[in-house]
């Protein structure tokens, strides 16, 4: 294939699934350190910290989709919380050759899968601005995820 053929819109049609980032991009961030300067004071033991994950998808007009990944740390002390960071981190992907069944987890699990070392990267960068060593998200099983998200669905479903 050449090189103009490769960069051609639709051109991974014809030659089975495809996933493209075509933008990334922060929706919204939020970090608090609520008790700085005096939580920076080197403190005796680690803090216990509470973690979130969101994803969410849509499909837009122009064919393209969408992913929002939302990531969430809260890190506490005995005497308080130290920061709140929240992340709001988008991207727009183009996907072809993928049947309509299959769509929803490649949404949910293979785009936040590309959106997720930028997103750590993000959070990392500012709680250390922020003061405290950069915290360092560990790799998130995003399809176990989405598996314990369609029970919760079903149990809702099952107790309507």
């Not at 709140?84 to 727009?92: A, F, M, P, S």
């Not at 915290?135 to 099952?158: C, H, S, T, W």
């Amino acid at each position: 294939m050449s090189e103009t053929q490769a960069g051609a819109p639709g051109a991974q049609e014809g030659e089975g699934p495809g996933i493209r980032i075509l933008a990334q991009f922060i929706r919204d961030l939020s970090f608090e350190n609520p008790r700085a300067p005096e939580a920076l004071r080197a403190a005796q033991g680690q803090p216990q910290i509470d973690l979130g994950v969101e994803m969410n998808a849509r499909g837009r007009e122009d064919g393209l989709f969408e992913v929002d990944l939302k990531l969430s740390a809260k890190a506490t002390r005995e005497d308080g919380a130290l920061f709140v960071v929240e992340l709001l981190y988008g991207g727009v992907f183009q996907i072809a050759g993928i049947p309509a069944e299959d769509m929803e987890p490649v949404l949910l699990i293979e785009c936040p899968r590309f959106l997720f070392p930028f997103a750590r990267r993000i959070i990392a960068d500012v709680t250390s601005e922020g003061g405290f060593p950069p915290f360092m998200l560990d790799p998130i099983d995003f399809a176990g995820v989405y598996a314990a998200r369609k029970a919760q669905e079903g149990e809702n479903v099952g107790h309507a």
